[in-house]
Nanobody
Framework: QVQLVESEGGLAQPGGSLRLSCTASGIPFNVYTMGWYRQAPGKQRELVAVITSGGTTNYGDSVKGRFTIPRDNANKTVCMQMNALKPEDTAVYYC?????????????WGQGTQVTVSS
């Protein structure tokens, strides 16, 4: 059974930094994408950043230049370093893993962790 365990989020001031981590277990694939999505109150869930097994990254426009997404394949861990935080980064952040096998798409979600940016 696939499990994604996220670190606790937290509270940061505008301009501050936070780091999230997510460790996966039970992944039945050799190649898979890991990443983060977020959902603010009253808004749709949106892409924050993803990284493939090969290290290719994709960032949401609102976080480019501020967030980075390092990945440790050996430990099945993905982190997200969030710098220059803004109040609009406040949301529940979800770890996500996806892969495709024999034309079937699989995806898994973490339980979500709250990030609040406020002075």
């Amino acid at each position: 059974q696939v499990q994604l365990v996220e670190s606790e989020g937290g509270l940061a001031q505008p301009g501050g930094s936070l780091r999230l981590s997510c460790t996966a277990s039970g992944i039945p694939f050799n190649v898979y994408t890991m990443g983060w999505y977020r959902q603010a109150p009253g808004k749709q869930r949106e892409l924050v950043a993803v990284i493939t097994s090969g290290g290719t990254t994709n960032y949401g426009d609102s976080v480019k230049g501020r967030f980075t997404i390092p990945r440790d394949n050996a430990n099945k861990t993905v982190c997200m370093q969030m710098n220059a935080l803004k109040p609009e980064d406040t949301a529940v952040y979800y770890c996500h893993v996806c892969s495709e096998l024999e034309e079937i798409f699989y995806d898994y979600w973490g339980q979500g962790t709250q990030v609040t940016v406020s002075s």
